[in-house]
């Protein structure tokens, strides 16, 4: 486990110095996220988040002054509220650090190190669940016609965007796949998902035609070594999350599509238009590597939204 986990350059919040943590706490929360790496598989991502949000209340408790080994449940309270109104933190944020100090001292309650857990009878605050934005199947086809398949670059985005909204691929999935996980004879693609599950997905056809045709006219071009990488970045390497995702701003833009989009508008765009086109959700929730179906359950309520437009749109009496 390295540093980059536990820091980052917006660490310094609402007063709370980088330079306060006790070498103790630091070394408990480091061995707790190279636990937690090697027993759940959890990603750099989340690591990063858990690694942010307890150095953040190693700092609070060094001003306390308190250890994190120490800290009961009115500290753990009191810290709550702090974050509530010091950093105005969202329900969503504040269960993402109660799971975190869940696992953390049950960890080290199970390695001796504590001998109570603050976190025990604290609940977490009630959160809404919001619809997630997605596009209608026109934006889905204006966006992908936006890319000049003519140029080397245009066609690579343009398939990257057809295997996204054919698969309802995370974006770090699609970014991440090799030669190896694309089988074009078959027309599947195999995605190692969160904690390093594979799932098998169907290409579609147009997907899969146009991932030939990149394969053998602009792939060549942008390699600039030897390398798997099937969407290579212009320096010829695996391209970033964020590269791409401002290739999907420039491509919305050129579209026309006026909507705030996220990492994952068009994973619920397919989502969304298979349950809309009557899709089983098992079925979806496999395609997208969920592991709880509750987790899918919510494109039902987005197609129920849509049906409810419809409806009134159209029925004499809405």
Known sequence: MTNSLIYSSSDVVAGLSADLVRPEDQRMIELFLDAIWVEKGLSDSTLSSYGRDLNLFARWCALQPVTLKAVDEIQLRDYLAFR????????????????????????????????????????????????PKSLTEADVEALLSAPDVEDAIGLR??????????????????????????????GVVRVTGKGGKERLIPLGDEAAQWLLRYVKQSRPQLLKSASDVVFPSLRGKQMTRQTFWH????????????????????????????????????VVQLLLGHSDLSTTQIYTHVAIERMKSLHGEHHPRA
Not at 107 to 123: K, M, Q, S, T
Not at 159 to 186: F, I, K, P, W
Not at 249 to 269: E, F
Request: glycine letters at 8%.
């Open 84 to 131: 509530l109104e010091r950093q105005k933190s969202s329900a969503r944020s504040t269960a993402r650090f109660l799971s975190c100090c869940r696992g953390f001292y049950a960890y080290w309650l199970r390695e001796g190190a504590v001998n109570h857990d603050p976190v025990a009878l604290i609940e977490n605050p009630k959160q809404g669940r919001p619809l």
């Open 157 to 186: 985005d343009r398939t990257m965007l057809e295997v996204l909204y054919a698969c309802g691929l995370r974006v770090s999935e699609l970014v991440g796949l090799h030669l190896g996980d694309v089988n074009l004879r078959q």
């Open 247 to 282: 290739r999907i701003k420039h491509w919305s833009q050129v579209a026309g599509i006026n909507k705030d989009l996220s990492p994952h508008t068009l994973r619920h765009a397919f989502a969304t238009h298979l349950i809309n086109h009557g899709a089983d959700l098992r």
